[in-house]
């Protein structure tokens, strides 16, 4: 058998321009958009309409991970994410990323079409899944996350000590270091004060040496800012602001549910930062 293709060849673009990963959460309870698209005809035309807006990648999760979320089984999401990738595999022109922190769920993604593992464990929870990610020859997005919230953290060393240890886990499951994205988790197991200070010394992360993919959009640490309640839906300004700012910082990738608007905002940052990608 040919060789399965690695990051690079599954995503030409990644470090001439920021890359748009698109989200299609096939979930009845995510924060922002939950039941919108458990239904398999309405998370067809979902990713259709992000990749013609210009997604690089499409995000499928069959499981909320927003604060109090309730788990679920193994087989609760591989019922909800396995039929819309093997639906949209054969229709989409850009790769499907599968969201989850399962072993089995990854393999049966992958064998089902999906070409990436975006575990936000970063291969913590389920060590399995690097294995399951290596023998399919499958990227894996290393995400950092916090059982409990400590104030008093210097959350960017405590950053650098989880990759390491998500790393040497990659390492020994025989994952090519060119394969591997590091995800500071804004948003997840930290203060308000730590998720900007996340953002802040991003290019910490990023000296590294791996590509790195940032995701805040429509999260409610953005609704703090803002001078009155708001609805997920309603802080895109917000998401377009720490996404241009992550991409000048150093991110590769933005993790968002508006594609259209964030192409267009990241095409004047990469003008700026990234004038080879004009």
Known sequence: ????????????????????????????????????????????????????????????????????????????????????????????????????????????????GARIVNDVWGLQREPDIASVAAAHGAPVVIMHNRETIEADLDIVADMLAFFERSLIIARRAGIPERDIVLDPGVGFGKTWSQHLEALRRLPEIRALGFPVLVGVSRKSLLGRLHDRETRPADRLYGSLAAHALAATLGADIVRVHDVAAHIEALRVVDAVMRPEAR
């Open 1 to 112: 058998m040919p060789p399965s293709p690695g990051l690079s060849d599954l995503l030409p673009d990644l470090g001439r321009r920021t890359l748009v990963m698109g989200i299609l959460n096939v979930t009845p309870d995510s924060f922002s958009d939950g039941g919108l698209f458990v239904g398999e005809a309405e998370a067809a035309a979902q990713a259709e309409r992000l990749v013609a807006e210009g997604a690089a990648i499409l995000d499928v999760g069959g499981e909320s991970t927003r604060p109090g979320h309730v788990p679920v089984s193994a087989e609760d999401e591989q019922a909800r994410v396995l039929p819309v990738i093997r639906a949209l595999t054969p229709r989409l022109p850009v790769p499907i990323s599968i969201d989850t922190y399962k072993a089995s769920t990854a393999r049966r993604a992958l064998e089902a």
